[in-house]
């Protein structure tokens, strides 16, 4: 009996070293979710052109849509529907009736939005233009061993530490 239970504290030190080892190996996420029209939100007497040209929008962010849903909604169209106003024939709806509605800029073109509920006219419509994204910041040349010591320390090291860590306060407890 007493030895399931050190198997069990041992699995479960295992795990929790290899999941610590995981979080501080992760890469930062640069996606950002933009409430649109800050906190006006969608709707109308809001000129969306000037909150858009204040972002700067990049592929993987999100739109985050809310808005009241019995006098709003939300349509994706093309550049010629967006500046006619016309909700004929949208790319997509993507209105769920709760006034919480999410859009990924996941394509890389330029990307339209209106209300369909009249407001369009008033500028309650949006474009989109999608930036690429940043390089990633070009890595120091190396100038000696002690730079080695520091990339080696920040990669495998405090991981490691981690690891450690968990697996001695598993066994102690």
């Known amino acids: 009996m007493g030895r399931s239970i050190s198997n069990?504290?041992?699995a479960t030190a295992v795990a929790l070293a290899f999941c610590a080892t995981l979080l501080v190996m992760l890469p930062e996420v640069s996606a950002k979710r933009f409430i649109v029209?800050?906190?006006?939100?969608?709707?109308?007497?809001?000129n969306y052109?000037?909150?858009?040209?204040?972002?700067?929008?990049?592929l993987g962010d999100w739109l985050y849509f809310v808005y009241d849903r019995n006098q709003n909604d939300i349509l994706e169209v093309n550049k010629t529907n967006y500046e006619t106003c016309n909700a004929e024939h949208p790319v997509h709806n993507y209105t769920t009736g709760a006034g919480r509605d999410v859009v990924a800029l996941n394509v890389t073109h330029d990307r339209y939005f209106m209300s369909s509920k009249g407001s369009c006219y008033g500028g309650m419509k949006l474009h989109v233009h999608l930036t690429a994204l940043p390089p990633p910041p070009r890595a120091a040349a190396a100038k000696s061993d002690s730079s080695r010591f520091t990339a080696l320390r920040s990669q495998l090291v405090i991981p490691a530490a981690f690891a450690i860590a968990a697996i001695w306060d598993s066994l102690i407890f």
Do not use: C, E, I, P
């Not at 029209?37 to 809001?46: A, K, P, R």
């Not at 052109?49 to 990049?58: H, S, V």
């Open 37 to 46: 029209g800050g906190n006006m939100g969608w709707t109308s007497n809001v």
């Open 49 to 58: 052109t000037l909150w858009a040209g204040n972002q700067t929008f990049y």
């Open 8 to 10: 069990g504290r041992w």
